[in-house]
């Protein structure tokens, strides 16, 4: 399914038997299925109001703020800045995640619109150097076979809410 420009440009179906195959802990509903959809082609899909123009995540049948039924999943750039940040220093046993040094999870931020924020771990840097306010970019990791999304540090400055 492809959607229009105002929302869902690019959007495309991935079936739901091929969503489970590569994310089976996933308990996919029809909302949640565009953004994990969106992983397989290395996406990151969140909700968009084609009455309002909000963004939102997770996606949800009404938008929260003109409650419009008029949502639909549309792809964003995933730049932004380190809004909030957590080091982890325990946590499951997870192929690729080691705690010592701290594993940096971090609420980022998204240029498309202040308050708009998705949580990911970030890499290629160590954890000393990312701090809030630190402009980073959407890069995708694999974990148990699938791709998921992470943040990486950038050279360019980004303008939240532009």
């Not at 009455?51 to 999943?73: F, K, Y």
């Not at 890499?123 to 076979?145: F, K, M, Y």
Request: some cysteine; proline content about 9%.
């Amino acid at each position: 399914m492809s959607t229009d420009a105002a929302a869902g440009e690019g959007v495309s179906e991935v079936s739901d038997e091929t969503i489970l195959e590569r994310y089976p802990a996933i308990r996919l509903d029809r909302l949640n299925k565009h953004h994990y959809g969106g992983y397989l082609s290395r996406r990151l899909i969140m909700g968009r109001c084609a009455d309002c123009g909000r963004w939102h995540t997770p996606l949800r049948p009404r938008c929260p703020e003109c409650w419009s039924d008029a949502v639909l999943p549309a792809p964003v750039s995933g730049r932004g800045t380190v809004h909030l940040l957590t080091l982890l220093h325990q946590g499951p046993p997870s192929a690729g995640v080691s705690y010592a040094p701290p594993w940096p999870l971090a609420a980022v931020e998204l240029v498309e619109q202040t308050g708009l924020r998705f949580v990911a771990t970030v890499v290629d840097c160590t954890s000393e150097q990312v701090r809030i306010g630190l402009p980073v970019e959407l890069t995708w990791i694999t974990r148990d076979g699938a791709p998921w999304p992470a943040f990486r540090p950038s050279s360019e400055a980004v303008d939240v809410g532009a």
